[in-house]
């Protein structure tokens, strides 16, 4: 058996075929910060892009992902880089279904990265346990009622508008008490319309409208968003940010030792989980930071 079949036979047990396996957001692990494994189904992502833009190469890549360590694949078939352009929804479709239906199959826990509520309906009947909306459902008016409708486990993120305007947006007084605030409100209201608060999640939405000294102020008083009372993403990743901490013109896998510490000092401060490409070197600095949590007990 391939390292990849035996990560999954351990997740079933023995007389279970894939089939039986129901994974739900509710029987994700506790007690530690869990790993976001990042599965760009498209041509552009600024990372990744088009590497696994074939079904069968990403499903392979999520089956890669989860044997590393990942405890959610967040599937995503749309970039959100800086001035991306948007794609059609069915196109959208067409990439993240099939690898999504294969993936949860097999027993693992999938989340579908996107800000059409009919994706996020099509990736939930697919056997998605989460949605990851970057645009905190503010993109597509359907949003807040198909995830209301369907009781789906919602990530909302701060995001004040679209790929090719947010950079125009990067403008604050005070970063962190704009955007805790801008979060919290979000919040508020969809639990207002109707969003089960035990199934919403926030992500402060690194690179999303905010600059890098916006991002390092956000991480350093992560604490703003660890106090709305829901679990806390990072998705810190590869971004710009980080990369210019490493050599300029470097590649994109020169930021994951950078991104394997921010992931783990985002855990020391409570991060939930930490949305991430190189799930190996995160697996590595995070069970340094659980170490040294157990430590101070
Ligand atoms: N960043 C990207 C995409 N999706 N989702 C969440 N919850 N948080 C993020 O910070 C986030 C995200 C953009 O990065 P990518 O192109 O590497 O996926």
Same mark, same amino acid.
């Given at each position: 058996m391939t390292d990849v079949g035996a990560a999954f036979s351990r997740r079933r047990r023995p007389d279970d075929s894939a089939d039986d396996v129901r994974v739900t957001y509710e029987s994700l692990p506790h007690g530690r910060t869990l790993i976001m494994g990042v599965l760009n189904v498209t041509t552009d992502s600024f990372s990744d892009g088009g590497r696994w833009l074939r079904a069968e190469a990403a499903i392979a890549h999520g089956l890669e992902l989860a044997a590393a360590g990942a405890d959610i694949i967040d599937v995503g078939g749309e970039s959100t880089r800086p001035g991306a352009r948007r794609i059609a929804v069915a196109e959208e479709q067409s990439r993240v279904v099939p690898v999504i239906q294969e993936l949860a199959r097999r027993g693992l826990a999938v989340s579908v990265d996107t800000m059409n509520a009919s994706t996020a309906e099509a990736a939930i009947g697919a056997g998605a346990v989460l949605v990851n909306d970057v645009s905190g459902g503010l993109s597509d008016a359907q949003m807040a009622e198909t995830i209301i409708r369907l009781d789906a486990p919602f990530i909302v993120s701060h995001w004040r %508008?679209? /790929?090719?305007?947010?950079? /125009? &947006?990067?403008?604050? %007084?005070? +970063? +962190?008490?704009?955007? %805790?605030?801008?979060?919290?409100? &979000?919040?508020?209201?969809? +639990?207002? &319309?109707?969003m089960n608060p035990d199934r919403m999640l926030v992500d402060p939405g690194l690179g999303f409208s905010k600059n890098s000294a916006h991002n390092w102020a956000i991480l350093g008083h992560l604490d703003r968003f660890t106090r709305i009372g829901l679990p806390v993403i990072v998705g810190a990743s590869r971004k710009r940010f980080l990369g210019e901490l490493v050599a300029e013109g470097a590649p994109m896998e020169d930021r994951d030792f950078v991104s394997a510490v921010t992931a783990a000092l985002a855990a020391q401060h409570g991060a939930w989980a930490v949305r991430v490409h190189d799930v190996e070197t995160t697996k590595a600095a995070l069970a340094v930071a659980g170490k040294w949590k157990e430590g101070a007990r």
């Open positions: %508008g679209p /790929s090719d305007t947010m950079n /125009s &947006r990067a403008t604050y %007084g005070n +970063v +962190v008490a704009e955007a %805790g605030a801008e979060l919290e409100y &979000r919040v508020a209201e969809l +639990v207002v &319309r109707g």
